[in-house]
């Protein structure tokens, strides 16, 4: 206890007692009460402080912690446009021709003498022919859109005069004009279009941007641990994907190909975690795995060569969504399926 709590509690218990030689009035003696009450009371409430004992830090060793990261990588999906229409389905087919042969119904009838001399070669050779399909169209079959059975004019699905290649004969045997006069027969000779199917569709070359014209094929790289997948490669420095991207294109296919990124925001994303973390010495950070970025990219002329490639890649395709499915990882398609378009 601190001397002076000691003290006013000593004046405050003589004022308690009464003295009977004293001479301070009552109000006077109730002052001095109150006076010392609250002397008393302000050296309880701030005491002598105590001393505290000062000590040292206890010293400790500082451990850096690693730092953790994913690899940022730029992708690239290059994709060559269909350059065909795309085949159609049979109840297309049926549907088209039937289209065609109710114009036939529903048209005026032929005007010969309009448009071909009488007894001229061009006039024998159209008398020899609508004998043959009864019909001034020359895609539509044997019909007679003005006879008894004009009104049958549907097919069923599948049947053969509505396929394209038989309708292409149709024509170009058509337009083979022979004519009977005085000297030999004479036809004309008609060149015939390209086939749907080319040279690299029946040798199965998957190299060649000359197969599957009706589809949209996508390039794809072998790299050096045996893995199809799209050209794919680090970002270096504070490099943009879209630039990256178009490096990236160099370094692996070569110079000979006219190619166009789209945009600037990546289509899709692939993540791969390591089953180990990597350190790398350098930076002293550690890789858990794999982020890439990918960018659409169009080829507009020109084919890939890895002859000189810098990402070590081994082998080259194009493929259509459907055989780069059987090629890539599951993981791996699952990450990039949504991004390919299903012609």
Same mark, same amino acid.
């Given at each position: 206890?601190?001397?002076?709590?000691?003290?006013?509690?000593?004046?405050?218990?003589?004022?308690?007692?009464?003295?009977?030689?004293?001479?301070?009035?009552?109000?006077?003696?109730?002052?001095?009460?109150?006076?010392?009450?609250?002397?008393?009371?302000?050296?309880?409430?701030?005491?002598?402080?105590?001393?505290?004992?000062?000590?040292?830090?206890?010293?400790?060793?500082?451990?850096?912690?690693?730092?953790?990261?994913?690899?940022?990588?730029?992708?690239?999906?290059?994709?060559?446009?269909?350059?065909?229409?795309?085949?159609?389905?049979?109840?297309?087919?049926?549907?088209?021709?039937?289209?065609?042969?109710?114009?036939?119904?529903?048209?005026?009838?032929?005007?010969?003498?309009?448009?071909?001399?009488?007894?001229? =070669?061009?006039?024998?050779?159209?008398?020899? &022919?609508?004998?043959? @399909?009864? %019909?001034? $169209?020359?895609?539509? !079959?044997?019909?007679?859109?003005?006879?008894?059975?004009?009104?049958?004019?549907?097919?069923?699905?599948?049947?053969?005069?509505?396929?394209?290649?038989?309708?292409?004969?149709?024509?170009?045997?058509?337009?083979?004009?022979?004519?009977?006069?005085?000297? =030999?027969?004479?036809?004309?000779?008609?060149? &015939?279009?390209?086939? @749907?199917? %080319?040279? $690299?569709?029946?040798? !199965?070359?998957?190299?060649?941007?000359?197969?599957?014209?009706?589809?949209?094929?996508?390039?794809?790289?072998?790299?050096?641990?045996?893995?199809?997948?799209?050209?794919?490669?680090?970002?270096?420095?504070?490099?943009?994907?879209?630039?990256?991207?178009?490096?990236?294109?160099?370094?692996?296919?070569?110079?000979?190909?006219?190619?166009?990124?789209?945009?600037?925001?990546?289509?899709?994303?692939?993540?791969?975690?390591?089953?180990?973390?990597?350190?790398?010495?350098?930076?002293?950070?550690?890789?858990?795995?794999?982020?890439?970025?990918?960018?659409?990219?169009?080829?507009?002329?020109?084919?890939?060569?890895?002859?000189?490639?810098?990402?070590?890649?081994?082998?080259?395709?194009?493929?259509?969504?459907?055989?780069?499915?059987?090629?890539?990882?599951?993981?791996?398609?699952?990450?990039?399926?949504?991004?390919?378009?299903?012609?």
């Amino acid at each position: 206890m601190s001397r002076g709590y000691s003290k006013s509690r000593r004046l405050v218990s003589q004022l308690n007692r009464p003295s009977p030689d004293s001479n301070i009035c009552g109000s006077c003696l109730l002052a001095l009460r109150r006076r010392y009450a609250t002397a008393a009371a302000a050296a309880i409430s701030s005491p002598e402080p105590i001393p505290i004992a000062q000590h040292a830090p206890p010293v400790t060793t500082t451990t850096t912690a690693l730092h953790q990261a994913y690899q940022i990588k730029a992708g690239v999906v290059l994709s060559r446009p269909p350059i065909l229409t795309r085949d159609l389905h049979p109840f297309e087919k049926a549907f088209y021709l039937y289209q065609r042969r109710l114009n036939e119904r529903l048209a005026l009838p032929f005007t010969r003498y309009f448009y071909y001399q009488k007894d001229t =070669p061009a006039d024998i050779d159209w008398k020899k &022919k609508i004998k043959e @399909r009864l %019909t001034p $169209a020359r895609d539509i !079959g044997v019909y007679n859109a003005y006879g008894k059975e004009g009104w049958n004019d549907e097919l069923l699905v599948g049947a053969k005069e509505s396929e394209p290649d038989v309708q292409v004969e149709a024509l170009l045997k058509d337009a083979e004009v022979e004519a009977e006069d005085e000297g =030999p027969v004479k036809k004309q000779k008609v060149e &015939k279009p390209m086939p @749907r199917v %080319t040279e $690299a569709d029946t040798n !199965g070359d998957m190299r060649s941007l000359n197969r599957l014209m009706a589809r949209t094929l996508y390039l794809v790289v072998k790299g050096s641990e045996g893995g199809w997948g799209f050209p794919s490669g680090v970002l270096m420095g504070k490099e943009s994907l879209q630039r990256g991207a178009e490096r990236l294109l160099v370094q692996a296919a070569g110079v000979n190909m006219n190619t166009w990124i789209v945009g600037h925001a990546p289509v899709g994303h692939h993540n791969l975690r390591y089953p180990q973390a990597r350190m790398e010495e350098e930076s002293k950070i550690e890789q858990l795995g794999e982020k890439t970025f990918f960018m659409r990219a169009r080829i507009m002329g020109g084919q890939a060569n890895l002859k000189d490639n810098k990402l070590g890649l081994a082998d080259f395709k194009w493929l259509a969504k459907e055989e780069l499915q059987k090629e890539v990882h599951p993981q791996y398609w699952s990450s990039v399926k949504n991004m390919l378009v299903e012609r």
